[in-house]
Structures are given as structure tokens and as C-alpha cells.
């Protein structure tokens, strides 16, 4: 997928929520909330919504899009790069579904525009097996069960393997006593450092297993 | 969302010239706070100047024997830096007991300073309210309040700031420095950088339209014991209902200096001055720690969900400074 742009799919996840992108205007029936329906109408009335050219590179892939400048880096990915392994939950950087890798680091991709990240190296669930190799921290979900319904388990991955770089750079945590010195991997360091990872089944004893068992690995 | 122009500043005076020419522009740095807004429809610009890559990333020591942060110094590194966690551990302990990971490594330190308060009331747009619409009521004032302030509120307004690194900082009496459109600085002290809300709680920081955050500078680290203290509703990821930043110097059984500032409580990180000097030559003791946590809620009110959070204040800064003490 070298060169992707904007792809219309006749979905349901295109009819949801590709409407300012596609081009479509947003007052196709999309809202949820009753107190939406004014946005949904100016942006109806509104002149067509202009776009911007983006360069992106994601999981090592150079992309070029022309995208509305609203555009999250989240519906970037979904929406118009086909990268749907990053999920969105709460869209509000409070459930860490989304997270992603930016130039190494864990962020939200909810909570950022698309066009922050030209040159950005930008890496997604989908970027982390090689081939049919899973990457250490897939894996040890997989062996220690790390999930039930799935859904959080591709941001939990993501910041996984972001925070036990964190930890490799000596970051110090809340779970600490002393900001000085550096942290030992415990289950609370990782309970504190994951806490931006919400998991509605509650796998979190296992998904702590998998993150100590990665970590020991690599 | 509604639709805005996006552009990427080149330079500090440019994007407070940028801001400065529209009056619905703003500057978007880590977005935490301000996409989240957007997306509510709470924060509508029609403008976003993007401060996100400006030279303005660095930790420098300063001639007196500070720091220098640049105002896009992102929260997790200011936390992990190690002058700062061996020198001003308050200011790490603040950091990281704020937020999630995620949100740490895009907030930015000028950001952290003027995000928006996290009140229920602010955040629904079917409930009335001052900061959000000038004019409209308190919805919080008879409503569920306990996140709410206990100090400095008004009639018209009882939110309060959420950072919990701008409480550190006011105990580390932090300056900010601040770039004007016309390429003028200023520098202004931490705890003169937000308002009170008094009949206008909109209005919430010094700062003119496209005034921008360059730097928050901080002094020499004053002697003691740091201890940054945080109770909220679950032991991660949540917004303080109270916390203490106290920063003590202890001499044998005697108190030299003490510092104590407060978050949780206020529209802005809340400096508790007549505890301070209550403190000053004190004996190190109960006694004295209870005096000065009295005196550090003279005046406080609280609005019926938040009435805990005066005798909670209390207690965190009796028991702050006890810690702090102890340890010294």
C-alpha cells in the first residue's frame, strides 16, 4: 500500500463517519447527541469544506492525502489510510484505544490533527509483525490471553511496547517513592504507567502478565 | 467539529502575529485539551496556528542556577529530565501524577498552564454556564460540585484549574515568559498568571490575544524537602480534588522556610501565604503543622458537594508537610 488516497468505501464505518472527508456533507444522519444537530446543520449550510495535501508515513509506507485540516490522525488512519487496527473508543484520549507510535512514542491518535505528523514517523498495530512474526508484545498477549472482546488490545499493544521504552530510558513513574531514581518493572509500575489503557472486560491481570513477559523478553 | 484553517508557525513572533490578526484564532500545541474542546463544540476557532515545532523544546540551565523550559518542552520530558528530578522533584511528582502516559508525551508545558477547566457544567453545552457562555449562570453553584473550588470562587463561577504541574510551579515561584504579536516579552510570576473569576470567569489568564507562552523559568531550587501530594477519586488517571505541593526546610526540630501551594481548590494553583508564615520558626510538630493548615483554608467555602474538601485540605497539608518533615 504504497500510494493510498482517498478511498470511498460504500461502508457503514464511510457513511458514519467519513462524511467531512469524503466530502459528503455532515448532514447525511450521522449525530448521536441531540446538541450535535446545530454543528450537523451549519456545516450543512456551509460552502463545501476545504482540504490540505498531507504527507504521512506510516509503518514506513509514505502516504499523500488531501484531507479536511479537522481530520484526526485517528479517522486519518481508519477512515481515508485504511488502517483500521487502531480503534476508536471514547474519542477523547480517556481510553487509550487509539494509541499509536510517533517517532517511537505513545500518544492518542484521537487527540491530534493528521496534519501535526508530515514527517513524523508514524507506526500503527499493523506495522509491528514482520511478516507472520509477531512482534514479542502481540505474542505475549496471545500466550497469556491479554484480551477478550480484542477491542483495546491493539492501543494496549501500541503503548505496551511505548512504555517499556519509557521504562528502558529510565523515566521514572507515579508508582515510584523517589523521582530520582529509576523504576524496577513491577506489576504496580506497569498498573500506573498503563492507566491510560481502559480494558471494559477487565483483562488486566493478564495483559499486565503479557507486558512483564515482553519485557523480559526483549 | 466545526471547520478551521490550519498553519505551521515559523517562528515565536510570527504565530503571536498570526493569532493576533483573527480574533477566533488560536495556538495549537499538544491539542490534548483543545481538540477534546473542539470536538465538544465547547472551543470553536476558526483559525489554528500550529506552535507544536517551534525551537522551543529545550531545558536550559539558567546564569542564577535555574531552569529554562521551553514552552513546548512536552510533559513527559520535563517529568524524566534529571536536573529537574534531582533538583525540583515537586515539579516530576506533579507531572506525573497528572494525566496518562499517552497525554504526557504530547502535552506541552505552555499548554499545560492554560488548559480549561474539566467542570461538568463547562463541558455540557445544555447546562448554563458563565465561562462558557458570559452571561448564562453557574450551573455548578446548586449542581454537583465536588470537583469544585473552595477558594477564590464568585457568585458567577466556582471551577477550578486542573493542572497539576502549574501547582508545583507556584510553589517553585515560577515565572512565565510570554511573546507579544508586536515581538515584546514579558514575564510574569506563575501564580499572577490565572484569574480569579470574580464576575468574569471567561477571562481566565493575563494574557492578551495572541500572546504566546515562550518559557517558564524557574529560580535557584529553594532549600528542602519537595513533596508534591495528590488525593483523587481513584489512584490513576484522574484530576486532583485536593493536592499539595509543600516544599520545607527543616533545621533540628526547626522549621527554616516552608512553601505550601495548593490545586484542586481554585481557579488558579493556590499559594497558601499566612500558612507559610505561620510556619516560618515554628517548631517541627503537630501543633504546628495543624495551625498551618487552618490557616491555609481561612476563607474557604465550599458549595455542598465539595464541603469535604475543606477538612480534606486540611489534612493533606498537615500530612504534606509532616512528610515533608520527617523525611528532611
Same mark, same amino acid.
Given at each position: 500500500m504504497a500510494e493510498t488516497d482517498n478511498r470511498n468505501w460504500p461502508t457503514r464505518r464511510?457513511?458514519?463517519?467519513?462524511?467531512?472527508?469524503?466530502?459528503?456533507?455532515?448532514?447525511?444522519?450521522?449525530?448521536?447527541?441531540?446538541?450535535?444537530? +446545530?454543528?450537523?446543520?451549519? +456545516?450543512?449550510?456551509?460552502?463545501?469544506?476545504?482540504?490540505?495535501?498531507?504527507?504521512?508515513?506510516?509503518?514506513?509506507?509514505?502516504?499523500?492525502?488531501?484531507?479536511?485540516?479537522?481530520?484526526?490522525?485517528?479517522? +486519518?488512519?481508519?477512515?481515508?489510510?485504511?488502517?483500521t487496527g487502531s480503534k476508536k473508543g471514547c474519542d477523547h484520549g480517556q481510553c487509550g484505544a487509539c494509541t499509536v507510535l510517533v517517532n517511537g512514542r505513545r500518544i492518542n +491518535?484521537?487527540?491530534?490533527?493528521?496534519?501535526?505528523?508530515?514527517?513524523?514517523?508514524?507506526?500503527?498495530?499493523?506495522? #509491528?509483525?514482520?511478516?507472520?512474526?509477531?512482534?514479542?508484545?502481540?505474542?505475549? #498477549?496471545?500466550?497469556?490471553?491479554?484480551?477478550?472482546?480484542?477491542?483495546?488490545?491493539?492501543?494496549?499493544?501500541?503503548?505496551?511496547?511505548g512504555m517499556l521504552s519509557e521504562i528502558r530510558a529510565g523515566w521514572p513513574s507515579h508508582a515510584g517513592t523517589d523521582v530520582a531514581a529509576s523504576a524496577a518493572l513491577t506489576d504496580a509500575e506497569i498498573r500506573e504507567r498503563m492507566s491510560g489503557n481502559i480494558c471494559r472486560c477487565a483483562a488486566y491481570p493478564n495483559i499486565v502478565a503479557a507486558i512483564r513477559d515482553a519485557a523480559g523478553e526483549a | 467539529m466545526?471547520? =478551521?484553517?490550519?498553519?505551521?508557525?515559523?517562528?515565536?513572533?510570527e504565530a503571536a502575529a498570526a493569532v493576533a490578526a483573527r480574533p477566533e484564532a488560536k495556538f495549537i500545541s499538544g491539542g490534548t485539551n483543545l481538540l477534546d474542546l473542539m470536538? *465538544?463544540?465547547?472551543?470553536?476557532?476558526? $483559525?489554528?496556528?500550529?506552535?507544536?515545532?517551534?525551537?522551543?523544546?529545550?531545558?536550559?540551565?539558567?546564569?542564577?542556577?535555574?531552569?529554562?523550559?521551553?514552552?513546548?518542552?512536552?510533559?513527559?520530558?520535563?517529568?524524566?529530565?534529571?536536573r529537574v528530578?534531582?533538583?525540583?522533584?515537586? *515539579?516530576?511528582?506533579?507531572?506525573?501524577?497528572?494525566?496518562?502516559?499517552?497525554?504526557?508525551?504530547?502535552?506541552?508545558?505552555?499548554?499545560?498552564? *492554560?488548559?480549561?477547566?474539566?467542570?461538568?457544567? =463547562?463541558?455540557?453545552?445544555?447546562?448554563?454556564?458563565?465561562?462558557?457562555? @458570559?452571561?448564562?449562570?453557574?450551573?455548578?453553584?446548586?449542581? =454537583?460540585?465536588?470537583? $469544585?473550588?473552595?477558594?477564590?470562587?464568585?457568585?458567577?463561577?466556582?471551577?477550578?484549574?486542573?493542572s497539576d504541574m502549574a501547582v508545583a510551579m507556584a510553589a517553585l515561584d515560577a515565572s512565565v515568559e510570554t511573546i507579544s504579536p508586536d515581538g515584546e516579552t514579558r514575564a510574569i510570576p506563575v501564580g499572577d498568571l490565572h484569574r480569579l473569576p470574580g464576575t468574569t470567569p471567561n477571562v481566565e489568564t493575563e494574557l492578551g490575544?495572541?500572546?504566546?507562552?515562550?518559557?517558564?523559568? *524557574? @529560580?535557584p531550587a529553594p532549600p528542602g524537602r519537595q513533596i508534591y501530594r495528590k488525593v483523587r477519586d481513584r489512584a490513576s488517571y484522574a484530576f486532583a480534588l485536593v493536592s499539595v505541593a509543600a516544599i520545607v526546610e527543616a533545621s533540628g526540630d526547626g522549621i527554616r522556610s516552608a512553601r505550601i501551594a495548593m490545586g484542586g481548590v481554585a481557579a488558579k494553583p493556590?499559594?497558601?501565604?499566612e500558612a507559610e508564615r505561620a510556619l516560618a520558626g515554628a517548631v517541627a510538630s503537630d501543633r504546628a503543622y495543624t495551625d498551618a493548615a487552618e490557616a491555609?483554608?481561612?476563607?474557604?467555602?465550599?458549595?455542598?458537594?465539595?464541603? =469535604?474538601?475543606?477538612?480534606?485540605?486540611?489534612?493533606?497539608v498537615r500530612q504534606t508537610l509532616a512528610a515533608a518533615i520527617e523525611r528532611a
Open positions: 464511510t457513511v458514519l463517519e467519513g462524511g467531512a472527508a469524503t466530502g459528503l456533507l455532515l448532514a447525511a444522519g450521522v449525530p448521536v447527541r441531540a446538541q450535535q444537530d +446545530a454543528i450537523m446543520a451549519a +456545516a450543512a449550510a456551509a460552502a463545501p469544506v476545504p482540504t490540505m495535501p498531507m504527507n504521512l508515513t506510516i509503518n514506513k509506507d509514505e502516504f499523500s492525502v488531501e484531507l479536511d485540516p479537522r481530520t484526526t490522525l485517528l479517522d +486519518a488512519l481508519r477512515n481515508h489510510l485504511g488502517l +491518535a484521537c487527540l491530534t490533527l493528521a496534519a501535526m505528523h508530515e514527517g513524523d514517523e508514524i507506526t500503527t498495530i499493523e506495522g #509491528f509483525a514482520e511478516g507472520d512474526e509477531l512482534h514479542p508484545m502481540q505474542a505475549a #498477549f496471545v500466550a497469556r490471553d491479554g484480551f477478550q472482546c480484542g477491542y483495546c488490545t491493539p492501543g494496549q499493544i501500541c503503548s505496551a511496547v | 466545526r471547520a =478551521f484553517t490550519y498553519e505551521r508557525a515559523g517562528d515565536a513572533r470536538k *465538544l463544540d465547547i472551543e470553536r476557532p476558526a $483559525h489554528l496556528v500550529d506552535v507544536s515545532r517551534l525551537p522551543l523544546d529545550r531545558i536550559e540551565d539558567t546564569p542564577e542556577g535555574g531552569l529554562r523550559i521551553g514552552a513546548q518542552v512536552r510533559n513527559s520530558d520535563l517529568a524524566a529530565d534529571p528530578r534531582s533538583r525540583y522533584p515537586v *515539579l516530576s511528582q506533579a507531572l506525573l501524577a497528572g494525566a496518562s502516559g499517552q497525554i504526557r508525551n504530547k502535552a506541552s508545558t505552555g499548554g499545560n498552564l *492554560l488548559q480549561r477547566t474539566r467542570c461538568y457544567y =463547562f463541558y455540557d453545552r445544555n447546562m448554563p454556564c458563565n465561562k462558557r457562555e @458570559p452571561g448564562s449562570g453557574c450551573s455548578a453553584l446548586e449542581g =454537583f460540585s465536588r470537583m $469544585h473550588a473552595i477558594l477564590g470562587a464568585s457568585e458567577a463561577c466556582i471551577a477550578v484549574h486542573p490575544h495572541g500572546e504566546m507562552i515562550t518559557a517558564v523559568t *524557574l @529560580p493556590w499559594r497558601a501565604a491555609a483554608l481561612v476563607g474557604a467555602q465550599g458549595y455542598g458537594g465539595n464541603d =469535604f474538601k475543606i477538612p480534606l485540605a486540611k489534612r493533606t
